[in-house]
């Protein structure tokens, strides 16, 4: 009952901007757009989230379509310690946090 | 920048043995989680906190699961007699209000012989 689709595996060269997709056509009209890494076997990271107008933070942009069917995540500068498991999670806020497979982004150097 | 803290990193338990693993949650923060992660598979929740009592949990925390916080400042995940297919990677997590990103600890490996 996956909420989400990722593709499973990405490469990015370093230094530039990795472009993670993600699909959530059944999102309803309460569901928050979460992502969050995983960093080999270290605890899940928290990176940004939104309901329905673009975010950005320090670590990376999102962008959520307008009919907020699908969205996706940017980190500009990609570095080798981007290197992770990206996990995109719609969730009511309050909700647990619902893990899938993710998509395991590897930077080239 | 606070963190949450997890005890021990690594522990070896025989089959049937108690084991507690603990967890030092951010200071002000009021919602607590046990998550587990058996190798090579996904993150899954086993059970969240609130307010001294469990407010949800999963199929997988069953009776030979159960959480504290006995000092107002850890949160221990206690598994009463240790099987197998418990060996895995425990995470805690914390966060400050209902809506609130989830922060997470860096795991305790568990591994049941």
């Known amino acids: 009952d996956a909420k989400t689709t990722q593709p499973p595996s990405m490469d990015c060269a370093e230094g530039r901007a990795a472009n993670l997709p993600c699909n959530h056509s059944?999102?309803?009209?309460?569901?928050?757009v979460y992502w969050y890494r995983q960093i080999h076997s270290q605890g899940p990271q928290y990176i940004i989230h939104?309901?329905?107008n673009n975010e950005t933070n320090e670590m990376a942009s999102l962008i959520i379509t307008e009919d907020r069917k699908s969205s996706t995540l940017i980190l500009p500068h990609a570095t080798l310690r981007d290197t992770a498991v990206y996990y995109c999670?719609?969730?009511?806020?309050?909700?647990?946090?619902?893990f899938g497979t993710g998509t395991r982004l590897t930077i080239i150097p | 920048e606070p963190e949450v803290t997890q005890t021990p990193s690594h522990q070896v338990t025989q089959m049937g043995q108690e084991v507690i693993l603990r967890c030092v949650p951010i200071?002000?923060?009021?919602?607590f989680y046990w998550y587990r992660q058996i190798l090579g598979q996904k993150v899954e929740f086993l059970v969240s906190?609130?307010?001294?009592?469990?407010?949800?949990k999963s199929e997988i925390f069953d009776d030979q699961f159960s959480v504290e916080r006995p000092d107002g400042s850890n949160f221990t995940l206690k598994i009463r007699s240790t099987k197998l297919e418990d060996s895995a990677m425990y995470f805690c997590?914390?966060?400050?209000?209902?809506?609130?990103?989830?922060?997470f600890g860096e795991g305790s490996r568990l591994t049941v012989l």
């Open positions: 939104g309901l329905k």
């Open positions: 997590a914390s966060n400050r209000g209902f809506t609130g990103e989830l922060f």
């Open positions: 200071s002000n923060h009021l919602y």
């Open positions: 906190f609130y307010n001294n009592e469990i407010s949800e």
């Open positions: 999670i719609v969730r009511v806020p309050g909700e647990k946090l619902t």
């Open positions: 059944t999102i309803s009209g309460n569901e928050y």
